[in-house]
């Protein structure tokens, strides 16, 4: 399967091989169990404003910036455009309920996954959309030495952010590697499509409520089950990467 996979990617993208010096890796839902404190917080933040939507219609929304879920929501809801400094604000009361739910934990295999990727050479790159701070601030004391902060892409840096292919693309330049030469680590629909729209071999981790079936129609490489269930398969996947042709 993992052959299959990668020839296919080859074939697509007319390069040689695949020869992994940087893993981009997703934030929340990939490194931190956080996705049901986001949905929580974004449902309490909107509800109040009118928006009629179950709390799990925020899981599709995974991967976009802040502010570019505000804008989409709106418009999609009530054909409204919203400014820079509303979203601003609407943010802030997103940021408010989400410190005041419980504690978020690392995600389960998570460090493993990241001692397998660093173990065999390749470098961690950090890119995620999400600008929330009290998870940023985080990171260092969670996973620390493994995201140097030159290394790291977030909402704060990009103009258009997931599903555009921007994040990826710049998480790229930043580790200074060609698109052949990374993996994307992913877990959410927009993210795999930024990845792959950055012609990047992208791997989703299915760690929340969304089908399985929906990470490869969005055009995922590889899907796995769970991220224990990944991380005992990088070492095994990066080797069967760097000799595949």
């Avoid at 969304?210 to 129609?217: G, H, N, S, T």
């Amino acid at each position: 399967m993992e052959n299959i996979a990668i020839k296919n990617y080859l074939l697509q993208h007319n390069v040689p091989c695949i020869t992994p010096k940087a893993a981009l890796i997703d934030m929340d839902g990939v490194l931190y169990d956080s996705m049901k404190n986001h949905v929580e917080a974004w449902y309490r933040t909107l509800t109040p404003m009118g928006f009629k939507c179950s709390k799990d219609e925020f899981y599709l929304y995974e991967g976009r910036t802040g502010a570019s879920t505000i804008k989409y929501l709106f418009d999609k809801h009530f054909g409204k455009q919203v400014s820079d400094d509303e979203c601003a604000e609407i943010y802030k009361i997103k940021e408010k309920h989400f410190n005041a739910l419980e504690k978020i934990v690392p995600m389960p295999g998570a460090d493993l996954m990241l001692q397998r990727i660093i173990g065999n050479g390749i470098r961690p790159v950090l890119v995620t959309g999400s600008g929330q701070g009290s998870l940023l601030d985080r990171l260092d004391h969670d996973y620390p030495g493994v995201f140097e902060q030159q290394y790291k892409v977030t909402a704060y840096d990009v103009k258009i952010g997931k599903p555009s292919p921007e994040p990826y693309l710049m998480g790229l330049s930043k580790a200074g590697v060609k698109a052949n030469e990374a993996i994307v680590i992913e877990n959410a629909p927009l993210g795999v499509v930024s990845g792959t729209a950055a012609q990047i071999f992208t791997i989703a981790v299915n760690t929340g409520p969304i089908p399985a079936q929906a990470l490869i129609e969005a055009g995922a490489d590889m899907v796995f089950p769970s991220m224990p269930d990944f991380a005992n398969h990088v070492d095994e996947l990066i080797h069967t990467l760097k000799i595949t042709r």
